[in-house]
């Protein structure tokens, strides 16, 4: 199996997931990349059933090209949208969401193998395109701006308590001394998300009174 590259599941694992397939009788593991004559006959096996197009190996332009002249290869269809490269393909195109929500339901960093200034990145992505979905709210019905923005970043806001409690958090797990950093990123952050809310409220308020 190292012949395949990087693969999601190992050997066993993938032995496994075959014996529970209802048309398997059998699973010889492990077994030879490329296959021989000797290890047919060994196994008592009647056919081979593989991807039609021509195997190349190092020594050979088709590992299946003996089998094919004794009759006993059947030739097997991929089925789109399903191979494993196509489901690697689909996680990384959204790898954000789904670092996002499996963090929201429990799985550590370390687990994800995803460090804390990133899982932060990730996170204000994420709140950033919120926010521009409230902007966008705010732009048809300025006048729920103001509550909002105090709900948000007010001295009793959303922003504060969390802040807080994170600060409580690592106060308990012994990392108290790393608090100054996170706490001014933090900071940085909810200046930032602010400032862009303000603008964005003051150039619509221009336009607004330019219309008029």
Known sequence: IR???DTLMNEKERAESLSHCKWVDEVICP??????????????IDYVAHDGLPYVSANSTDI???????????????????????????????YNEFVLRNLKRGTS??????SWTRAKRIELR?????M??????WMEDPDTFMDDFVKIFGPHGKIKN???AKKQQIKKEGGYTTW??????????CVSAAYLVSRNYVAHSQWQAKSS
């Not at 003996?66 to 959204?94: C, H, M, P, W, Y």
């Not at 960093?109 to 995803?114: A, D, F, G, S, T």
């Not at 521009?132 to 709210?137: D, G, L, Q, T």
Request: glycine share 6%; with cysteine; net charge positive.
């Open 64 to 94: 299946y090209d003996f089998v094919k002249k004794q009759g006993r290869f059947i030739a097997t269809q991929r089925t789109e949208g399903i191979s494993t490269t196509d489901l690697i393909n689909r996680i990384v195109r959204r």
């Open 126 to 130: 994420h709140n950033m395109k919120k």
């Open 31 to 44: 077994c030879p990349w490329i296959i021989t004559q000797p290890f047919i006959d060994e196994n008592n």
């Open 132 to 137: 521009e979905s409230n902007i966008e709210k």
């Open 3 to 5: 012949l395949k590259g």
């Open 109 to 114: 960093r370390k687990e994800l193998n995803v």
């Open 162 to 164: 969390k802040i807080e």
């Open 180 to 189: 100054g950093l996170k706490y001014a990123v933090g900071c940085c952050v």
